[in-house]
């Protein structure tokens, strides 16, 4: 399967994203799929996971209450909207699948991956 990222750009602090990752190929198969992200100088980090059907995710403690991650399958498409930015989000953003149906949270269990959206908070 093959992901493209889309919808980063640079915003002030407090303001809002919404980030698209398409998916393409071999899309009839069962994935689970994550956003990750990336900061300068840093280990890329999960941000948020979802399952397969959409009705199980998983939070960082960063992302919780303020990221929200949701799918549609119909549409091969996976979504991260992003509210009350902060500058600590500042970070290339990457889409993620693995073959599945529950939700992982190691970058190292994730297959596939996009080429990265970047996102950047100003204060």
């Known amino acids: 399967v093959q992901l493209q990222a889309s919808g980063g750009g640079s915003v002030q602090a407090g303001g809002s994203l919404r980030l698209s990752c398409a998916a393409s190929g071999r899309t009839s198969a069962s994935y689970v799929m994550g956003w990750f992200r990336q900061a300068p100088g840093k280990e890329r980090e999960l941000v948020a996971a979802i399952n397969y059907f959409g009705d199980s995710t998983y939070y960082t403690d960063t992302a919780k209450a303020r990221f929200t991650i949701s799918r549609d399958n119909a549409q091969n498409r996976l979504y991260l909207q992003m509210n009350s930015l902060k500058p600590e989000d500042t970070a290339v953003y990457y889409c993620?699948?693995?073959?599945?149906?529950?939700?992982?949270?190691?970058?190292?269990?994730?297959?596939?991956w996009g080429q990265g959206t970047q996102v950047t908070v100003s204060s």
């Open positions: 993620a699948a693995v073959l599945g149906t529950m939700y992982q949270t190691e970058v190292r269990e994730y297959d596939y």
